[in-house]
T-cell receptor, first 109, second 112 residues
Framework: GNSVTQMEGPVTLSEEAFLTINCTYT??????LFWYVQYPGEGLQLLLK?????DKGSNKGFEATYRKETTSFHLEKGSVQVSDSAVYFC????????FGGGTRLMVKP | EAQVTQNPRYLITVTGKKLTVTCSQN?????MSWYRQDPGLGLRQIYY???????DKGDVPEGYKVSRKEKRNFPLILESPSPNQTSLYFC???????????FGNGTRLTVT
């Protein structure tokens, strides 16, 4: 079956640091890939998505590139802010949506 | 405003007392789903529905029921709650076809 593996957190960074959260997947088909973000006390929100190989999804300064050869969809941001502190979920959709375990990001001033 | 609305936000109950968590979406979405979120376990799917009167089990359906009599509503029913169902529950909806999910704000359930 399909699966998504994310790096375990928490990830703690200082403001303006570079962020990478790793995500790899296994899938039998050609899934769409997503990053969702969950701010404290809220539900998940779509952050970005990519629907085919080599697509780059981007939003709010975050980026992720769909790499079929390495089955990866790593999330990056060049300069994080305190307001980016949240839990980030990688997910794939191939008729059924499969989530990774989530990575908590804490950004300190 | 397009949204998924869950109620209640917080619920404390006792073992064995039937409860229902409601979920409603105003986006005319075909697909709806329930998840539970637990520390260290991420999000696990309980049940989902591809359309009215069509429901299917997710990864952790035991102890839960759902119904989809109308397109907009997808209530989660716990006939006899137990302490291991203490969790944070999320309802979500989408158009289907790998389109992104829209989530409600969650229901924190405590069963004593």
């Amino acid at each position: 079956g399909n699966s998504v593996t994310q790096m375990e957190g928490p990830v703690t960074l200082s403001e303006e640091a570079f962020l990478t959260i790793n995500c790899t997947y296994t899938a039998t088909g050609y899934p769409s890939l997503f990053w969702y973000v969950q701010y404290p006390g809220e539900g998940l929100q779509l952050l970005l998505k990519a629907t085919k190989a080599d697509d780059k999804g981007s939003n709010k300064g975050f980026e992720a590139t769909y790499r079929k050869e390495t089955t990866s969809f790593h999330l990056e941001k060049g300069s994080v802010q305190v307001s980016d502190s949240a839990v980030y979920f990688c997910a794939l959709s191939d008729a059924v949506l499969t989530f990774g375990g989530g990575t908590r990001l804490m950004v300190k001033p | 405003e397009a949204q998924v609305t869950q109620n209640p936000r917080y619920l404390i109950t006792v073992t064995g007392k039937k409860l229902t968590v409601t979920c409603s979406q105003n986006m005319n979405h075909e697909y709806m789903s329930w998840y539970r979120q637990d520390p260290g376990l991420g999000l696990r799917q309980i049940y989902y529905s591809m359309n009215v009167e069509v429901t299917d089990k997710g990864d952790v359906p035991e102890g839960y029921k759902v119904s989809r009599k109308e397109k907009r509503n997808f209530p989660l029913i716990l006939e006899s709650p137990s302490p291991n169902q203490t969790s944070l529950y999320f309802c979500a909806s989408s158009r289907g076809d790998n389109s992104p999910l829209h989530f409600g704000n969650g229901t924190r359930l405590t069963v004593t």
